[in-house]
């Protein structure tokens, strides 16, 4: 738990014991990293010091990955070899848009596994004046995925911009979609599931896609994330 970043982060929670909570996210971080190399990725650690205390860096945030434009992977990526696909790209503040359209959504569809699932994360509200690329974003999943389910991160608020996660399945139905877990902190995340009504907008496109146009009022401002 990071006292300094805490107010503007709404995944940390205090009152957990705190050598319980380090240990377990070493863990999870060494675990990790045996996963990337028994698939074929160079991993290189970068161990971190007593002084200053950087309470955040092991967390997934401050992994760097460095590899090929991303829609030139996924064009040229095998299909139907993925049980999960993490989408979190961003160009400053706003999303590629050669990320965000039908035919890129397409593509990671047929990178999945029956049963696999895309998250990706996007910066917006679910209406309001910042809700343009959110609504259309959210069409376009909509597009290619029988299921959709759209999560807030800080506020049930539909006028606040915040990060938003999308998560897409491929072959579940959304009742059949189980979303559970006896773990508090789990369990408060899977309570943001936006259960209201998402504003009907045309999908994104490869040949119209004007991202930094809808995300203007956005990134016009600080926004912490």
């Given amino acids: 738990f ?24 070493l863990q999870e971080f060494d675990q ?9 990725v160079d991993v290189i650690v ?10 955040d860096s092991i967390f997934p945030n401050n992994w760097i990955s460095s590899h090929e434009d991303g829609r030139i992977f996924i ?47 996007i910066i917006g509200s679910i209406s309001g004046k910042n809700a343009e690329f959110a609504k259309r974003e959210y069409a ?7 299921s959709v389910r759209l999560f807030t991160v800080s506020s049930v608020n539909p006028l606040t911009a915040q990060n938003l996660i999308f998560v897409a399945t491929k072959g579940i139905g959304s009742s059949d979609l189980k979303l559970e877990n006896p773990d508090f902190l789990y369990k408060t995340y899977l309570d ?34």
């Fill in 2 to 25: 990071n006292y300094q970043t805490a107010q503007s982060n709404a995944f940390q929670t205090s009152g957990y014991e705190q050598e319980n909570v380090q240990n377990k996210a």
């Fill in 32 to 40: 990790l990293v045996e996963i990337l190399k028994f698939n074929s």
């Fill in 46 to 55: 970068v161990n971190d010091t007593g002084e200053p205390n950087t309470p």
């Fill in 75 to 121: 064009n040229n990526s095998e299909k139907g070899v993925y049980d999960a696909i993490l989408l979190d790209a961003f160009n400053g503040c706003t999303t590629p848009y050669n990320l965000a359209t039908v035919e890129a959504v397409a593509k990671m569809y047929d990178l999945l596994k029956n049963k696999g699932v895309i998250i990706s994360n």
């Fill in 140 to 146: 376009t999943y909509k597009e290619i995925f029988g």
């Fill in 192 to 225: 943001r599931l936006w259960t209201g009504q998402v504003e009907a907008a045309k999908p994104l496109t490869d040949e119209y896609a004007p991202v930094e146009y809808f995300y203007r009022n956005i990134c016009s401002r600080p926004f912490f994330f």
